[in-house]
């Protein structure tokens, strides 16, 4: 079992920058064993892919609209997963939700994650 807790969210201007975190609390099985990720999701669309990052941070994965200005990064001795977000669009206006997967590889898909956090909501004005 897998508590997820974001933070992080709130107002930025177009062209400004958030950092969200996911502080995680696990159970059975350690947090650096979980692959992590963040999707979002605007009102009215589906829950889309940001970014993920495997066990060791070895290797992550971004949207394609993320990258290059987006970075996720974890901390497995604080149990917590960072969306750094730069250069921010009004269009990126969504909740970002953390999401936990007990999968070896990397997933942009939903369905493969299994813990969610109750989201964090991100506004960006024009």
């Known amino acids: 079992q897998v508590q997820l807790v974001e933070s992080g969210g709130g107002l930025v201007q177009a062209g400004g920058s958030l950092r969200l975190s996911c502080a995680a609390s696990?159970?059975?099985?350690?947090?650096?064993?979980?692959?992590m990720a963040w999707f979002r999701q605007a009102p009215g669309k589906e829950r889309d892919f940001v970014a993920a990052i495997s066990w060791s941070a070895a290797s992550t994965s971004y949207a394609d609209s993320v990258k290059g200005r987006f970075t996720i990064s974890r901390d497995n001795a604080k149990n917590t997963v960072y969306l750094q977000m730069n250069s921010l669009k009004p269009e990126e206006t969504a909740v970002y939700y953390c999401?936990?997967?007990?999968?070896?590889?990397?997933?942009?898909?939903?369905?493969?994650?299994?813990?969610w956090g109750q989201g964090t909501q991100v506004t960006v004005s024009s």
């Open positions: 696990a159970s059975g099985r350690t947090f650096s064993r979980y692959v």
């Open positions: 999401a936990a997967s007990g999968a070896v590889e990397i997933s942009t898909r939903p369905p493969q994650y299994g813990y």
